[in-house]
C-alpha cells in the first residue's frame, strides 16, 4: 500500500493560525539570492560576448554540442511541417483553443481617444504597439503548447510588428506541438534557447537574436531572476513564480473532482501550491481520501507528493466568509469556487488572478482553451498585477494640443505652478505662450 500524502493542516480557529498561514506563504528568500548572483554572470557574458556565450550557455545547459550561433533558430517551414505532422484531432483542438483566446483578446484592445475642453484644446490619449516582443515558453519537464498561444496569440492581435519565441530544447529535442503551436499563433521568429541566456539575449540582442522591446511569459527561477534584472532595458509582463491554486468548496463537490483539481497544479512542479478551504471538516477528509486514492491514476505522482509535502494544505475554516477572507490573504494565482451560487460570493473576492466559478469549471479550462489568458500573478502578486492580456503590448502616449485662448489659461496656470517650484524655464516656457 502507498503511503499516505503529507501537507499542512490549518484551522482558522487555532491560536497559531495566522503564523501557520504566514510561514506557508514564505518564499525561501535565500535560495533566490544564490540565483540572482548566477544569473548576474551569464547576463553580463551575455551582454559581453554576445552569441559565444549563448552557445556556451545552450551546449552546457540543454545537453547539446552547437557550433554555430545560426543553429538556434528554427526555420519558419520548419514549424509549419511540424505543424502539418500532428494528428487531425491534436490540430483541431490547438484551433478551438486559440480561437477562443483570440475571440478573448479582441475583447481587451484599448482604442485611442481625444476630447476638447470648454477652451478649445485637445486632449487625448493614442493607443500604438510595440514593435517587437519576445515570449518565453519553458521546456523541459513538459512541453507547453498552450503557453505559445497564450503568449503570442493576444500580442498579435495587439498588432505587434514582430513576434520573437524562445524556448528550451534540452538534447536539441523540440516538441513538435510546440512548434506546430507556433505556427498557428503566427510567431516570426523561433530560437531554441532557454534560461536566463535566452532573456540576456532578448533584452540587449546578438548577432543572431535581436534585441526586443518587452519579454512576456512564464518559467523556472532562473528565468524569473532575469526578468528581473533586466527591466527597464526592457519591458517585463512580471516575476512569475510556481504555479498556485486554491479551492474554495462548502463540502458538497465530488471529492474526486476536487481531488484531481488539486493535483492539476501540484504535478507542474515540486515548488507549486494546492491549497483547500473548506467549513467543512468532514469534507476535508473525504478529499484526503479521494487523493490517496487516484494518486496512482497520476504518471507525475512523485512530483505531486513533493508539491503537497512542501506547499499543499488543506485549511478548516468557520464558514464561507471567512474561506474567502483567508483566500483574499494568500491572492492565489487560481482561485476555484466549488460552491452553490458562486457568483454570489465573488463580490468578496479581492485578490486572484483567475476565478473559476461553480463545480463544473476547474482549472484546467483555464489553462488551455476557456479563453482568459493563463499567464497570471503568483506568489501573491494578484494583490496588484493583472493577467497577461492584449493590453501588455500596447502602449499609451497623451496628445494635447493648446488652441491660442487655451494656451492663455493654461499659461497662468503652469506659470504660478512652476514659479512655486523654483523652475524659471518651465514658468517663461509656458508665459512665452500667453
Known amino acids: 500500500m502507498a503511503e499516505p500524502l503529507q501537507f499542512t493542516r490549518l484551522d482558522s480557529a487555532a491560536a497559531d493560525f495566522e503564523a501557520r498561514l504566514a510561514q506557508l506563504l514564505d518564499r525561501a528568500p535565500e535560495a533566490d539570492l544564490q540565483v540572482t548572483q548566477s544569473v548576474t554572470e551569464i547576463i553580463a557574458a551575455v551582454r559581453a560576448r554576445g552569441d559565444a556565450a549563448l552557445l556556451e550557455f545552450t551546449n552546457r545547459y540543454d545537453r547539446r554540442s552547437l557550433a554555430d550561433a545560426a543553429?538556434?533558430?528554427?526555420?519558419?517551414?520548419?514549424?509549419?511541417?511540424?505543424?502539418?505532422?500532428?494528428?487531425?484531432?491534436?490540430?483541431?483542438?490547438?484551433?478551438?483553443?486559440?480561437?477562443?483566446?483570440?475571440?478573448?483578446?479582441?475583447?481587451?484592445?484599448?482604442?485611442?481617444?481625444e476630447f476638447g475642453d470648454a477652451a478649445g484644446n485637445l486632449l487625448g490619449q493614442r493607443i500604438t504597439a510595440m514593435d517587437r516582443v519576445g515570449?518565453?515558453?519553458?521546456?523541459?519537464?513538459?512541453?507547453?503548447?498552450?503557453?505559445?498561444?497564450?503568449n503570442a496569440i493576444p500580442a498579435r492581435v495587439a498588432g505587434v510588428?514582430?513576434?520573437?519565441?524562445?524556448?528550451?530544447?534540452?538534447?536539441?529535442?523540440?516538441?513538435?506541438?510546440?512548434?506546430?503551436?507556433?505556427?498557428?499563433?503566427?510567431?516570426?521568429?523561433?530560437?531554441?534557447?532557454?534560461?536566463?541566456?535566452?532573456?540576456?539575449?532578448?533584452?540587449?540582442?546578438?548577432?543572431?537574436?535581436?534585441a526586443v522591446d518587452k519579454i512576456v511569459g512564464p518559467g523556472n527561477a532562473y528565468v524569473a531572476?532575469?526578468?528581473?534584472?533586466?527591466?527597464?532595458?526592457?519591458?517585463?509582463?512580471?516575476?512569475?513564480?510556481?504555479?498556485?491554486?486554491?479551492?474554495?468548496?462548502?463540502?458538497?463537490?465530488?471529492?474526486?473532482?476536487?481531488?484531481?483539481?488539486?493535483?492539476?497544479?501540484?504535478?507542474?512542479?515540486?515548488?507549486?501550491q494546492s491549497i483547500l478551504i473548506s467549513p467543512d471538516r468532514a469534507f476535508l477528509q473525504?478529499?484526503?481520501?479521494?487523493?490517496?486514492?487516484?494518486?496512482?491514476?497520476?504518471?507525475?505522482?512523485?512530483?505531486?507528493r513533493a508539491s503537497l509535502a512542501g506547499r499543499g494544505a488543506f485549511v478548516a475554516v468557520r464558514d464561507l466568509d471567512e474561506?474567502?477572507?483567508?483566500?483574499?490573504?494568500?491572492?492565489?494565482?487560481?482561485?476555484?469556487l466549488s460552491v452553490a451560487a458562486p457568483r454570489q460570493w465573488l463580490e468578496q473576492v479581492r485578490h486572484a488572478g483567475a476565478v473559476f466559478l461553480g463545480r463544473h469549471t476547474p482549472e484546467a479550462f483555464g489553462d488551455y482553451c476557456a479563453g482568459p489568458n493563463h499567464v497570471l500573478p503568483t506568489s501573491r502578486a494578484a494583490r496588484f498585477s493583472n493577467p497577461l492580456g492584449v493590453y501588455e503590448f500596447q502602449k499609451r502616449s497623451s496628445l494635447i494640443e493648446c488652441s491660442p485662448q487655451g494656451a492663455r489659461q493654461l499659461a497662468a496656470i503652469a506659470g504660478r505652478l512652476?514659479?512655486?517650484?523654483?523652475?524659471?524655464?518651465?514658468?517663461?516656457?509656458?508665459?512665452?505662450?500667453?
Open 161 to 210: 510588428g514582430e513576434i520573437l519565441m524562445v524556448v528550451p530544447a534540452p538534447g536539441g529535442e523540440l516538441n513538435p506541438v510546440v512548434l506546430g503551436a507556433a505556427h498557428l499563433a503566427g510567431v516570426d521568429r523561433l530560437f531554441t534557447i532557454g534560461g536566463a541566456q535566452a532573456v540576456a539575449a532578448l533584452a540587449y540582442g546578438t548577432a543572431t537574436v535581436p
Open 418 to 434: 512652476a514659479d512655486a517650484e523654483g523652475l524659471q524655464a518651465h514658468a517663461a516656457s509656458a508665459r512665452d505662450r500667453s
Open 71 to 113: 543553429e538556434l533558430e528554427v526555420s519558419r517551414p520548419q514549424y509549419e511541417a511540424a505543424w502539418n505532422s500532428l494528428p487531425q484531432d491534436l490540430r483541431d483542438a490547438l484551433e478551438a483553443a486559440a480561437g477562443r483566446i483570440r475571440d478573448y483578446a479582441q475583447r481587451q484592445k484599448l482604442e485611442s481617444w
Open 225 to 272: 531572476a532575469a526578468k528581473r534584472l533586466v527591466f527597464g532595458r526592457v519591458g517585463i509582463d512580471a516575476i512569475a513564480g510556481p504555479s498556485e491554486i486554491v479551492v474554495v468548496c462548502d463540502g458538497l463537490t465530488d471529492p474526486r473532482w476536487i481531488a484531481m483539481d488539486l493535483f492539476s497544479q501540484a504535478e507542474h512542479d515540486e515548488l507549486a
Open 323 to 336: 474561506a474567502i477572507a483567508v483566500s483574499n490573504r494568500i491572492a492565489p494565482e487560481h482561485l476555484e
Open 286 to 304: 473525504t478529499v484526503e481520501a479521494a487523493m490517496n486514492q487516484r494518486l496512482a491514476e497520476l504518471p507525475r505522482a512523485a512530483i505531486v
Open 135 to 150: 515570449i518565453y515558453v519553458p521546456g523541459g519537464k513538459a512541453a507547453y503548447p498552450s503557453s505559445v498561444l497564450m
